[in-house]
């Protein structure tokens, strides 16, 4: 039946939805990482104390029992987890390939909304995104030199960043560092020069997010760099898998 185009639109879809039902997981990945331990457990509504889930980790994400907003704004994940998969599918990644750019890009969707509300960037996540890439790329069969050239791209990404970091860690921190690992190895997988070109989008998203600040005299506040990296590597993953 996926032989037919009716057949492979149905069988997109499936994938879509199945994919999908993992939104309420990267909501409890989210809240976890940007809700305050202290008083009450990070599971937790931090008004009421009940249990967050699985009730506020629905697309509504409010505490069942107060209301109270419990995590990223409504809808906001779910979209940003729809967009991606709907690109990478549009894209023509398949098979192992598309499992390892759809788990990869949902560890950098939670990512992106933990920099924005705390500006953290958890290394369990930046290394759960690595290891499931890894994972799932292993099955597709790609040559020594491809693989070559993914490790050397993230390893050139990541000393490039440690360099800025070093310069001045007022600017990028050390979660921005870390984050480049898995994006050198998505990007890099595909061509040496997507990770860069997703490097220079997002510096210049910071550049252009400061310059705003200024234009518009509101009071200078820190970029998150993290989200804006998520951001652009997932579309440059996109762009790069229509192009191959
Ligand atoms: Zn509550």
Redesign the pocket.
């Known amino acids: 039946m996926t032989g037919t185009p009716t057949g492979r639109h149905r069988a997109q879809l499936s994938y879509l939805g199945h994919l999908l039902a993992v939104t309420p997981l990267l909501r409890w990945l989210i809240i976890g990482y940007t809700i305050p331990a202290a008083p009450t457990d990070r599971h937790r509504?931090v008004?009421?104390?009940?249990r967050l889930w699985p009730d506020a980790c629905r697309p509504s994400a409010c505490?069942p029992?107060?209301?109270?907003p419990a995590g990223p704004p409504p809808y906001t994940v779910e979209i940003a987890a729809a967009a991606s998969i709907v690109m990478l599918i549009c894209s023509g990644a398949r098979g192992w390939e598309l499992a390892a750019y759809a788990s990869w890009s949902m560890f950098l969707i939670a990512l992106g909304f933990i920099d924005i509300a705390v500006r953290r960037l958890p290394h369990q996540l930046t290394a759960a995104a690595t290891l499931s890439l890894t994972a799932f790329l292993a099955p597709a069969g790609e040559t020594p030199s491809t693989w070559l050239e993914a490790v050397a791209a993230a390893v050139g990404l990541a000393a490039f960043h440690a360099l800025l970091h070093a310069a001045a860690s007022s600017g990028l921190g050390l979660g921005d560092v870390t984050i480049t690992i898995p994006v050198g190895l998505a990007l890099g997988w595909l061509d040496w020069r997507y990770p860069f070109a997703a490097a220079m989008l997002s510096h210049s998203a910071t550049l252009l997010a400061f310059a705003i600040q200024r234009t518009t005299g509101r009071q200078r506040q820190h970029q998150p760099f993290g989200t804006y990296l998520a951001t652009t590597s997932i579309l440059v993953a996109a762009v790069a898998h229509a192009a191959q």
């Not at 008004?47 to 009940?50: F, G, L």
């Open positions: 509504c008004r009421c104390a009940a505490c029992d107060c209301r109270t």
